[in-house]
Protein backbone atom coordinates (compact mmCIF):
# COMPACT_ATOMS: atom_id res chain seq x y z
CA UNK A 1 0.00 0.00 0.00
CA UNK A 2 1.42 4.19 -0.94
CA UNK A 3 0.46 6.68 1.25
CA UNK A 4 1.38 10.01 -0.15
CA UNK A 5 3.27 8.01 -3.24
CA UNK A 6 5.21 6.41 -0.54
CA UNK A 7 4.93 2.46 0.28
CA UNK A 8 4.68 1.38 3.46
CA UNK A 9 6.48 -1.99 4.62
CA UNK A 10 4.47 -5.07 5.21
CA UNK A 11 4.78 -4.39 8.77
CA UNK A 12 3.30 -0.62 8.80
CA UNK A 13 0.86 -1.86 6.34
CA UNK A 14 -0.70 -4.55 8.89
CA UNK A 15 -0.42 -2.25 11.57
CA UNK A 16 -2.36 0.58 9.62
CA UNK A 17 -5.02 -1.68 8.95
CA UNK A 18 -5.52 -2.66 12.99
CA UNK A 19 -5.47 1.62 13.59
CA UNK A 20 -8.35 2.63 10.72
CA UNK A 21 -10.97 1.66 12.55
CA UNK A 22 -9.69 3.09 15.73
CA UNK A 23 -9.09 6.64 13.08
CA UNK A 24 -12.24 6.08 12.39
CA UNK A 25 -13.93 5.98 15.40
CA UNK A 26 -11.59 8.90 16.75
CA UNK A 27 -12.98 11.05 13.66
CA UNK A 28 -16.10 10.03 14.36
CA UNK A 29 -16.37 10.97 18.14
CA UNK A 30 -14.59 14.69 17.26
CA UNK A 31 -17.01 14.94 14.70
CA UNK A 32 -20.09 14.21 17.05
CA UNK A 33 -18.61 16.35 19.81
CA UNK A 34 -18.08 19.05 17.69
CA UNK A 35 -21.86 18.88 16.63
CA UNK A 36 -23.03 18.17 19.77
CA UNK A 37 -21.51 21.29 21.49
CA UNK A 38 -22.68 23.34 18.65
CA UNK A 39 -26.50 22.44 19.17
CA UNK A 40 -26.06 23.08 23.11
CA UNK A 41 -23.89 26.21 22.35
CA UNK A 42 -26.56 27.57 20.04
CA UNK A 43 -29.97 27.34 22.52
CA UNK A 44 -27.55 28.41 25.26
CA UNK A 45 -26.56 31.23 23.83
CA UNK A 46 -30.10 32.61 22.91
CA UNK A 47 -31.69 31.62 26.33
CA UNK A 48 -28.30 33.96 27.56
CA UNK A 49 -29.88 36.59 25.13
CA UNK A 50 -33.37 36.72 26.32
CA UNK A 51 -31.93 36.26 30.20
CA UNK A 52 -29.80 39.75 29.20
CA UNK A 53 -32.79 41.26 27.53
CA UNK A 54 -34.86 40.18 30.32
CA UNK A 55 -32.28 41.92 33.12
CA UNK A 56 -31.78 45.27 30.76
CA UNK A 57 -35.89 45.52 30.89
CA UNK A 58 -36.17 44.81 34.76
CA UNK A 59 -33.54 47.54 35.42
CA UNK A 60 -35.20 49.93 33.30
CA UNK A 61 -38.44 49.17 35.03
CA UNK A 62 -36.91 49.70 37.94
CA UNK A 63 -35.26 52.95 37.20
CA UNK A 64 -38.54 54.13 35.92
CA UNK A 65 -40.28 52.95 39.31
CA UNK A 66 -37.56 54.45 41.35
CA UNK A 67 -38.00 57.81 39.69
CA UNK A 68 -41.61 57.95 39.96
CA UNK A 69 -41.14 57.03 43.87
CA UNK A 70 -38.86 60.02 43.73
CA UNK A 71 -41.26 62.49 41.65
CA UNK A 72 -44.21 62.10 44.03
CA UNK A 73 -42.42 62.45 46.82
CA UNK A 74 -40.93 65.57 45.72
CA UNK A 75 -44.69 66.67 44.76
CA UNK A 76 -45.83 65.36 48.20
CA UNK A 77 -43.28 67.87 49.86
CA UNK A 78 -44.14 70.51 47.80
CA UNK A 79 -48.13 70.15 48.33
CA UNK A 80 -47.11 70.02 51.87
CA UNK A 81 -45.70 73.37 51.40
CA UNK A 82 -48.77 74.91 49.86
CA UNK A 83 -51.12 77.34 51.66
CA UNK A 84 -54.02 75.82 52.87
CA UNK A 85 -57.34 77.70 51.73
CA UNK A 86 -58.01 79.10 54.85
CA UNK A 87 -54.39 80.40 55.47
CA UNK A 88 -55.14 82.89 52.11
CA UNK A 89 -56.18 85.81 54.05
CA UNK A 90 -52.83 85.62 56.04
CA UNK A 91 -51.27 85.71 52.42
CA UNK A 92 -52.97 88.79 51.19
CA UNK A 93 -52.13 90.37 54.97
CA UNK A 94 -48.71 89.21 54.83
CA UNK A 95 -48.51 91.26 51.67
CA UNK A 96 -49.55 93.80 52.93
CA UNK A 97 -47.24 94.07 55.55
CA UNK A 98 -44.23 93.31 52.91
CA UNK A 99 -45.73 96.26 51.19
CA UNK A 100 -45.90 98.54 54.94
CA UNK A 101 -42.62 97.41 55.47
CA UNK A 102 -40.94 98.47 52.38
CA UNK A 103 -43.04 102.16 52.21
CA UNK A 104 -45.24 100.93 49.38
CA UNK A 105 -48.79 101.49 49.83
CA UNK A 106 -51.33 98.99 48.16
CA UNK A 107 -54.88 100.66 48.21
CA UNK A 108 -56.67 97.85 47.94
CA UNK A 109 -56.33 94.25 46.46
CA UNK A 110 -58.74 91.79 44.55
CA UNK A 111 -58.69 88.56 44.07
CA UNK A 112 -60.13 85.36 42.19
CA UNK A 113 -59.97 81.71 42.41
CA UNK A 114 -59.85 79.46 39.92
CA UNK A 115 -60.38 75.08 39.95
CA UNK A 116 -57.68 73.09 38.64
CA UNK A 117 -58.09 70.29 36.55
CA UNK A 118 -57.88 67.18 38.83
CA UNK A 119 -59.55 69.44 41.54
CA UNK A 120 -56.88 69.17 44.33
CA UNK A 121 -55.59 72.37 44.15
CA UNK A 122 -56.83 75.78 43.96
CA UNK A 123 -55.56 78.65 41.91
CA UNK A 124 -55.60 82.27 43.53
CA UNK A 125 -54.59 85.57 41.53
CA UNK A 126 -54.44 88.39 43.54
CA UNK A 127 -54.12 91.99 41.24
CA UNK A 128 -53.24 95.23 43.26
CA UNK A 129 -52.44 98.76 41.92
CA UNK A 130 -49.81 100.75 43.65
CA UNK A 131 -47.48 103.75 43.03
CA UNK A 132 -44.12 104.86 45.31
CA UNK A 133 -40.07 105.63 45.14
CA UNK A 134 -38.85 102.98 42.50
CA UNK A 135 -36.17 102.39 45.04
CA UNK A 136 -38.75 101.08 47.53
CA UNK A 137 -41.30 99.67 45.04
CA UNK A 138 -38.07 97.74 43.28
CA UNK A 139 -37.13 96.17 46.69
CA UNK A 140 -41.10 94.95 47.74
CA UNK A 141 -40.81 93.42 44.24
CA UNK A 142 -37.84 91.39 45.18
CA UNK A 143 -38.74 90.13 48.66
CA UNK A 144 -41.96 89.61 47.60
CA UNK A 145 -40.07 87.23 44.14
CA UNK A 146 -38.09 85.53 47.03
CA UNK A 147 -40.80 85.22 49.54
CA UNK A 148 -41.07 81.54 49.34
CA UNK A 149 -44.49 80.94 49.70
CA UNK A 150 -45.27 79.98 46.19
CA UNK A 151 -46.03 82.63 44.77
CA UNK A 152 -45.88 84.00 41.47
CA UNK A 153 -45.41 87.11 40.07
CA UNK A 154 -47.67 86.85 36.60
CA UNK A 155 -47.69 90.13 35.53
CA UNK A 156 -46.29 93.87 36.39
CA UNK A 157 -46.69 96.87 34.51
CA UNK A 158 -44.57 99.89 35.68
CA UNK A 159 -44.81 103.19 34.06
CA UNK A 160 -43.22 106.67 35.22
CA UNK A 161 -45.49 108.97 37.44
CA UNK A 162 -45.69 112.67 35.60
CA UNK A 163 -45.01 114.51 39.11
CA UNK A 164 -41.67 116.45 37.54
CA UNK A 165 -38.84 116.27 36.08
CA UNK A 166 -36.72 114.61 38.59
CA UNK A 167 -39.05 112.00 39.96
CA UNK A 168 -38.76 109.16 40.84
CA UNK A 169 -42.15 107.76 40.94
CA UNK A 170 -43.53 104.96 39.38
CA UNK A 171 -47.31 102.95 39.43
CA UNK A 172 -47.23 99.24 39.13
CA UNK A 173 -49.99 97.12 38.37
CA UNK A 174 -49.09 93.72 39.94
CA UNK A 175 -50.95 90.26 39.34
CA UNK A 176 -49.61 87.60 41.93
CA UNK A 177 -50.26 84.10 41.61
CA UNK A 178 -50.26 81.43 44.42
CA UNK A 179 -51.43 77.69 44.82
CA UNK A 180 -53.84 76.65 47.43
CA UNK A 181 -54.69 72.99 48.49
CA UNK A 182 -57.60 72.28 49.96
CA UNK A 183 -58.35 72.63 53.67
CA UNK A 184 -57.66 69.69 55.71
CA UNK A 185 -60.79 68.03 56.86
CA UNK A 186 -61.65 68.96 60.44
CA UNK A 187 -60.67 65.80 62.50
CA UNK A 188 -63.59 64.61 65.21
CA UNK A 189 -62.20 63.85 69.00
CA UNK A 190 -64.45 60.61 70.15
CA UNK A 191 -65.07 57.04 70.13
Same mark, same amino acid.
Given at each position: ???????????? %????????? /??? /????????? &????? /???????????????? #???????????? *????????? =? $???? /? &?? %??????? &?????? %?? *?????? *??? =?? $? #?????? %? =???????????????? #?? $? !???? !?????????????????? *????????????? !??????? #??????????? =??
Amino acid at each position: MTLFGIKLAPAA %ERGSRRLRP /LAF /LTVLSVGAT &LATST /LSLAPAQDRLAQAMKG #YEDARQTQVRRE *AARKMLEDM =G $NVWK /L &LP %ERKEFSM &LILAIS %EL *AQRDHV *AIP =GM $N #YTFQKI %E =GGMAEKATITFHTAGE #YA $N !IRRF !IHRLETAGSYLFIESLDA *ARVPDGPSSHRVA !INVRVVT #YLRADAPPTTG =GT
